[in-house]
């Protein structure tokens, strides 16, 4: 069975410092892995997500997050925080040997940027 | 190209009502999912469908139901409305595996924000 365990329900940084979410897995297949963000009162949009080719996956508006077999982890980064990334970011988790198995999400990151 | 659309946006019912919210996809996916999102709780897969005329359960199956009658739509439904059914519900859909393989990203729909009274 899969599972993803969001090591924070709040994170808070200020403007142009780094981003760090953390998030991770359990997961008996080679899984897929993704990060969504929620801006509020929006639908979800991906921002990255790694699917067995390179560890390192970069996604959009500067995020990128680091696959780490050894620790099950799939930790989101970004070097500079702006004021538009505040929002809810989910760490989901898929197996690639189910058929038409749904996306499995962690219960969110709120994360909250300060000028 | 609208993508995932899903009607209606906002919607309150009196307990033991019915409704059904519709969920729409012009990308051609096999795939499609109903979850629901609560605070604090992240989104819970409803029911989804791998195909037209199949469905299947989901986590929180209990009090609804759901229909794929053509490619494009997924309907969920709710026989009887309860206040606990007080979320907002995201469609989404992905165009699936050649082998069956769902690992492809999901598009998601804007939600139906749901209250029960």
């Known amino acids: 069975a899969q599972s993803v365990t969001q090591l924070d329900s709040h994170v808070s940084v200020s403007e142009g410092t780094p981003v760090l979410l953390r998030c991770n897995y359990s997961?008996?297949?080679?899984?897929?892995l993704f990060w969504y963000v929620q801006h509020p009162n929006k639908g979800l949009q991906l921002l990255l997500k790694y699917t067995s080719a390179a560890t390192l996956v970069k996604g959009i508006n500067g995020f990128e997050a680091e696959f780490k077999k050894s620790e099950t982890s799939f930790h989101l980064t970004k070097p500079s925080a702006h004021m538009s990334d505040a929002a809810e970011y989910f760490c989901?988790?898929?197996?690639?040997?189910?058929?038409?198995?749904?996306?499995?999400f962690g219960k969110g990151t709120t994360l909250s940027v300060s000028s | 190209n609208a993508g995932v659309t899903q009607t209606p946006k906002f919607r309150v019912l009196k307990t033991g009502q019915s409704m059904t919210l519709l969920c729409a996809q012009d990308?051609?996916?096999?795939?499609m999912y109903w979850y629901r999102q609560d605070p604090g709780m992240g989104l819970r897969l409803i029911h989804y469908s791998v195909g037209e005329g199949t469905t299947a359960k989901g986590e929180v199956p209990d009090g609804y139901n759901v229909s794929r009658l053509k490619k494009q739509n997924f309907l969920l439904g709710l026989e009887s409305a309860a206040p606990s059914q007080t979320s907002v519900y995201f469609c989404a859909s992905n165009k699936g595996g050649i082998s069956g393989r769902a690992y492809n990203e999901q598009f998601f729909g804007p939600g139906t924000r749901l209250t029960v009274l």
């Open positions: 990308m051609n996916h096999e795939y």
């Open positions: 997961s008996s297949y080679s899984p897929s």
């Open positions: 989901v988790v898929s197996s690639n040997d189910q058929a038409g198995t749904a996306l499995i």
